[in-house]
Nanobody, 116 residues
Framework: EVQLVESGGGLVQPGGSLRLSCAAS????????MSWVRQAPGKGPEWVSA????????SYATSVKGRFTISRDNAKNTVYLQMNSLKAEDTAVYFC?????????WGQGTQVTVSS
């Protein structure tokens, strides 16, 4: 059974930083792209970032490029999202996601709130 468990969210002031983690199980983590997606209150899901299986290729939404960094530790079956220079508009529930067997699997999400 595919399981994704996010952690690391919280309340942070504008300009602050957080690091999100997503622990994966139930599939061969080392062979799959992983993504982060967020959903702000009252809005649809927004793709944030993705990383290839080996970690050598990453991509970012324009809204977070230069501020967020995605990485993975294949020995720990974990993907990370380092978020710096956070803004109020980054407030959302953040989910990690994997496409496995033609189906998207999402974790339960972790809340990130950026507010003074």
């Amino acid at each position: 059974e595919v399981q994704l468990v996010e952690s690391g969210g919280g309340l942070v002031q504008p300009g602050g930083s957080l690091r999100l983690s997503c622990a994966a199980s139930g599939f061969t983590f080392t062979t799959y792209y992983m993504s982060w997606v967020r959903q702000a209150p009252g809005k649809g899901p927004e793709w944030v970032s993705a990383i290839n299986s080996g970690g050598g290729s990453t991509s970012y939404a324009t809204s977070v490029k230069g501020r967020f960094t995605i990485s993975r530790d294949n020995a720990k079956n974990t993907v990370y999202l380092q978020m710096n220079s956070l803004k109020a508009e980054d407030t959302a529930v953040y989910f990690c996601k994997v496409l496995f067997g033609f189906k998207d699997y999402w974790g339960q999400g972790t809340q990130v709130t950026v507010s003074s």
